[in-house]
T-cell receptor
Framework: DSGVTQTPKHLITATGQRVTLRCSPRSGDLSVYWYQQSLDQGLQFLIQYYNGEERAKGNILERFSAQQFPDLHSELNLSSLELGDSALYFC????????????FGPGTRLTVL | AQSVTQPDIHITVSEGASLELRCNYSYGATPYLFWYVQSPGQGLQLLLKYFSGDTLVQGIKGFEAEFKRSQSSFNLRKPSVHWSDAAEYFCAVGQGAAGNKLTFGGGTRVLVKP
């Protein structure tokens, strides 16, 4: 158990819908990262927040957005969902904003029908 | 742009035999390098990391990795594999000056024969 929690574990929805994935980092960690794992694209970095502010951006679609709240939990919002958005979405956390190793949550499996 | 290549998609090894997983990276600066393991239905667990210093890095579960700058490689090794080592292994490079954006390789799935 990494100490990173993600909810829900599974999510099934329809095309065009909007969903919110939630992540709680390990106690004391200030950075939260979001990753997408799909068969087509493999593991891809989406975005990082550090202490409430966006710190780094990867291959995140405009339909996707994220935020980190004052209590340090983070949410990833996915809108106008397409079939290709079906994937495993991981959240990771680390103490520092840079260079530190990241602890991954168990993931949220999103299925878009 | 940085990239990570894991040439072997699948590797089958007998229990008790040694294991080596290959990883090659492309990155302009001194890389932050990581190996993660993903068991079926699980998240990723960090095995070891290299930032600087000694090029032979020890990790958890008996794994080690060696950084070879001249070969742009960071291969993972284990002298004697256990059945519980069956999983998918990912090499990653931390990009950016801060090393915080991980770029992953495609992964190597390890099967362990009894």
């Amino acid at each position: 158990d990494s100490g990173v929690t993600q909810t829900p574990k599974h999510l099934i929805t329809a095309t065009g819908q909007r969903v919110t994935l939630r992540c709680s980092p390990r106690s004391g960690d200030l950075s939260v990262y979001w990753y997408q794992q799909s068969l087509d694209q493999g593991l891809q970095f989406l975005i990082q927040y550090y202490n409430g502010e966006e710190r780094a951006k990867g291959n995140i679609l405009e339909r996707f957005s994220a935020q980190q709240f004052p209590d340090l939990h983070s949410e990833l919002n996915l809108s106008s969902l397409e079939l290709g958005d079906s994937a495993l979405y991981f959240c990771a956390s680390s103490v520092a904003s840079s260079g530190g190793w990241q602890f991954f949550g168990p993931g949220t499996r999103l299925t878009v029908l | 742009a940085q990239s990570v290549t894991q040439p072997d998609i699948h590797i089958t090894v007998s229990e008790g035999a040694s294991l080596e997983l290959r990883c090659n990276y492309s990155y302009g600066a001194t890389p932050y390098l990581f190996w993660y393991v993903q068991s079926p239905g699980q998240g990723l667990q960090l095995l070891l990391k290299y930032f600087s210093g000694d090029t032979l890095v020890q990790g958890i579960k008996g794994f080690e990795a060696e950084f070879k700058r001249s070969q742009s490689s960071f291969n993972l090794r284990k002298p004697s594999v256990h059945w519980s080592d069956a999983a998918e292994y990912f090499c990653a490079v931390g990009q950016g000056a801060a090393g915080n954006k991980l770029t992953f390789g495609g992964g190597t799935r390890v099967l362990v024969k009894p």
